[in-house]
């Protein structure tokens, strides 16, 4: 922190404005991102395209996004954070406002991309700016608390989306989405409070590090890259369970109509309970038990939604969506708080650099498993990504001989 300045503490009028800021932050942003995933059965039908080239109209933003958080990390190290966060947010809701209008899918997938460049300002900034602008008590709870903004974002997005899809297109439930995220846009820009702990340019001004050294010191950190792994797998596992279970229960023996599989997401409210809750777990007892164990409430959900019953299908949709913003929150947040001071945007930015390539790879790679051998093979690949991900956490992430409780 900077001049004496030791971050907000809960409980302050700052600490809960920059809260409501970043939660309305969550929302303008992956509202946006999401908004095609409802209709993704009727891009495929409308377009006779298969459910992976389908998938595209969100793979194409998220690897817009995956593209753009390292250099938005560094121009919130130029011109600091709320400037960076606020420029992004402009400018993907003015592109989320003129993607409908594309006249074909190919100029559809470019504004996508572009929109997807430009959300990545908040995730790659918005963790930092939380981890040098809250007390280091409260830091973890404060990430779940964003995380859950992200949550109901991600929700908003697909339920207006999908509805309003429903009374004409899918250009206008773009729209609706869009008119969503300029309202939480503005909240945003009203209530964000300046930043305190950061000063613009400080690390170039200091000496420290160049870019390819402040991002070198991350890469080189076997802690950090088991974080990135987390990201990386998880949230590919994820998306890929949104994508498809849309075709799932669309064909028999389900047949569900499109309206019914939009309710679904609904299921994101999961998330909304878990992530800030897991925040305080993790302050109370330590990130490592919680990140564990919301995978294994992934995996168990996963496993649930291999029995052909529709009601246990949602309940273990809730619990998959619940352990993975649990485990999700966990990560986020660990990244730039165990990265050195000045290297903490980077590192925050290669997470969700992780994060959204593994959304784009899997979320559209995943779709061939599913059309090569069914949904519970797909079910199969998906519980694998998450073991794989435990491992890596209890290999890298125990706490030290020092007692350093993680």
């Given at each position: 922190m900077?001049?004496?300045?030791?971050?907000?503490?809960?409980?302050?009028r700052?600490y809960?404005?920059?809260l409501?800021?970043l939660?309305?932050?969550?929302?303008?942003?992956f509202a946006?991102?999401?908004?095609?995933q409802?209709v993704?059965p009727?891009i495929?039908?409308t377009l006779?395209v298969?459910p992976?080239?389908?998938s595209?109209?969100?793979?194409?933003?998220?690897?817009?996004l995956?593209?753009?958080?390292?250099?938005?990390?560094?121009?919130?190290?130029?011109?600091?954070?709320?400037?960076?966060?606020?420029?992004g947010?402009v400018?993907?809701t003015?592109l989320?406002?003129?993607a409908?209008?594309?006249?074909?899918?190919?100029?559809?997938l470019?504004?996508?991309?572009?929109?997807?460049?430009?959300?990545?300002a908040?995730?790659?900034?918005?963790?930092?700016y939380?981890?040098e602008?809250?007390?280091?008590?409260h830091?973890?709870?404060a990430?779940?608390s964003?995380?859950?903004?992200?949550?109901?974002?991600?929700?908003s997005g697909?339920v207006?989306s999908?509805?309003?899809?429903?009374?004409?297109?899918?250009?206008?439930?773009?729209?609706?989405?869009?008119?969503?995220?300029?309202?939480a846009?503005?909240?945003?820009?009203?209530?964000?409070?300046?930043?305190?702990?950061?000063h613009?340019?400080?690390?170039?001004a200091?000496?420290g590090?160049?870019i390819?050294g402040?991002?070198?010191?991350?890469?080189?950190?076997?802690?950090?890259?088991a974080?990135?792994?987390?990201?990386f797998l998880?949230m590919g596992?994820f998306v890929?369970?949104?994508?498809?279970?849309?075709f799932?229960?669309?064909?028999?023996p389900f047949?569900l109509?499109?309206?019914?599989?939009?309710l679904?997401?609904l299921?994101?409210?999961a998330?909304t309970?878990?992530?800030?809750?897991?925040?305080i777990?993790?302050s109370?007892?330590?990130?490592l038990g919680?990140?564990i164990?919301?995978?294994?409430?992934?995996?168990?959900?996963?496993?649930?939604?291999?029995?052909?019953?529709?009601?246990i299908?949602?309940?273990?949709?809730?619990?998959?969506?619940?352990?993975?913003?649990?485990?999700?929150?966990?990560a986020s947040g660990?990244a730039?708080?165990?990265?050195?001071?000045d290297t903490?945007?980077?590192?925050s930015?290669?997470?969700?650099?992780?994060y959204y390539?593994?959304?784009?790879?899997f979320?559209?790679c995943?779709?061939?498993?599913?059309?090569?051998?069914g949904w519970?093979?797909f079910?199969?690949?998906?519980?694998?990504?998450?073991v794989v991900?435990?491992?890596?956490a209890?290999?890298?992430?125990?706490?030290?001989?020092?007692?350093d409780r993680?």
């Amino acid at each position: 922190m900077s001049d004496g300045f030791m971050g907000h503490v809960s409980g302050s009028r700052e600490y809960r404005r920059l809260l409501v800021a970043l939660f309305f932050a969550g929302i303008a942003t992956f509202a946006q991102l999401y908004s095609p995933q409802p209709v993704l059965p009727l891009i495929s039908e409308t377009l006779d395209v298969s459910p992976a080239t389908a998938s595209l109209a969100v793979s194409a933003s998220t690897l817009g996004l995956a593209a753009a958080v390292i250099p938005w990390s560094l121009i919130a190290d130029r011109i600091g954070r709320v400037p960076a966060m606020a420029i992004g947010l402009v400018a993907a809701t003015i592109l989320g406002i003129l993607a409908p209008f594309s006249p074909d899918g190919t100029v559809l997938l470019g504004v996508r991309l572009l929109e997807g460049v430009a959300l990545g300002a908040v995730p790659a900034i918005a963790l930092a700016y939380l981890s040098e602008e809250v007390d280091a008590r409260h830091v973890a709870a404060a990430a779940g608390s964003y995380i859950a903004g992200t949550t109901v974002g991600g929700l908003s997005g697909r339920v207006v989306s999908g509805f309003a899809a429903e009374v004409g297109d899918w250009r206008v439930g773009m729209w609706a989405a869009s008119a969503l995220c300029v309202g939480a846009a503005v909240a945003f820009l009203v209530l964000i409070p300046r930043a305190r702990g950061f000063h613009p340019g400080r690390f170039h001004a200091e000496g420290g590090a160049g870019i390819a050294g402040r991002i070198a010191v991350n890469l080189r950190t076997p802690m950090q890259l088991a974080l990135y792994a987390q990201g990386f797998l998880l949230m590919g596992a994820f998306v890929a369970v949104y994508n498809y279970l849309g075709f799932h229960l669309s064909a028999p023996p389900f047949s569900l109509p499109a309206s019914l599989v939009t309710l679904l997401f609904l299921a994101y409210l999961a998330g909304t309970v878990s992530s800030p809750w897991a925040g305080i777990l993790a302050s109370r007892h330590g990130r490592l038990g919680v990140l564990i164990g919301g995978i294994g409430v992934m995996i168990s959900g996963a496993a649930l939604m291999m029995v052909p019953a529709v009601w246990i299908v949602v309940a273990g949709l809730l619990l998959y969506t619940g352990g993975f913003f649990a485990a999700h929150a966990v990560a986020s947040g660990w990244a730039p708080a165990a990265a050195r001071r000045d290297t903490r945007a980077q590192a925050s930015s290669l997470y969700y650099l992780g994060y959204y390539v593994g959304s784009s790879l899997f979320g559209w790679c995943l779709g061939f498993v599913f059309t090569g051998i069914g949904w519970l093979g797909f079910l199969t690949a998906v519980i694998g990504m998450c073991v794989v991900s435990a491992v890596l956490a209890i290999l890298a992430l125990r706490p030290t001989a020092a007692g350093d409780r993680r």
